[in-house]
């Protein structure tokens, strides 16, 4: 950890998936969901602490049975219009009262985003620390076709570019690079986290921490689901923490 900074990492898992029921514990390459983004955390020594936030039992025991501690995430930060940041920042607040000492940074790992490798950890809060300005650092990759491409459709029916001046553009090799955010990371500064802040998007100075798109699998829906299952089985996305607990996938 750059100049012995703290890491807070806060597993969020709602226990009300609408469009997979159950995902978080669902099992995928030989665990359930949410543990692969638990073992990974214990991978990573820059992580001082990883917690669970969530409002359902049964997450909270699998959670619990894979060595996380677990915060009970009260009903108003547990709907589906719930933003992210005070969720972060409950489980923040709840840790430090507990520890009786500050947090420098928190990081969010999405348990349905397991793609990310501890080398992500130490890049990303390396240059974090390096840039003071900066409120945050988030994982991206460049998406396989170019939203220079896409389209919206007017009232009237017809087409309409979703990118202004993206008729302008012929070729493939013209085209700007563009980034996606993929879930795959999130990291704050602490001080940041407990401003009260909701949105961290419009108006935040946030760096870029790219991955390859191949890693950035994000799991919602079922075909999603399968997807990664075969990403694993083929070897195109590898889990380190798996060799140690000699799960198969």
Known sequence: MPGDRRLLAVIPARGGSKGLPGKNIRPFAGLPLIAHSILFARLCPEIDRCVVSTDSDEIAAVAREFGATVIRRPAELATDEAPVLPVLTHALQHVEAEEGRPYDYVALLDPTSPGR??????????????VPAA??????????????????????GRMQDFVADGAD?????????????NAILYIWRAAFTRSGEIQWRRGK?????????????????IE??????????????????????????
Do not use: K, M
């Open 135 to 156: 409120n945050g650092i988030i994982g991206v990759s460049e998406p396989e076709f170019n939203p220079i491409w896409h389209c919206v459709v007017e009232r009237n």
């Open 205 to 221: 100075e946030n760096l870029l921490h790219e991955v390859p798109d191949s890693r950035a699998i994000h799991i919602d829906t």
């Open 169 to 181: 553009f012929v070729r493939r090799q013209d085209v700007p690079t563009v980034y996606r955010i």
């Open 224 to 249: 999603e689901f399968q997807r990664a299952e075969l990403l694993v089985s083929a070897g195109l996305v590898t889990f380190p923490w798996l060799r140690r607990e000699g799960a198969g996938g």
């Open 117 to 130: 490798l501890p080398e992500d950890i130490t890049t990303a809060l390396s240059r974090l620390h390096a």
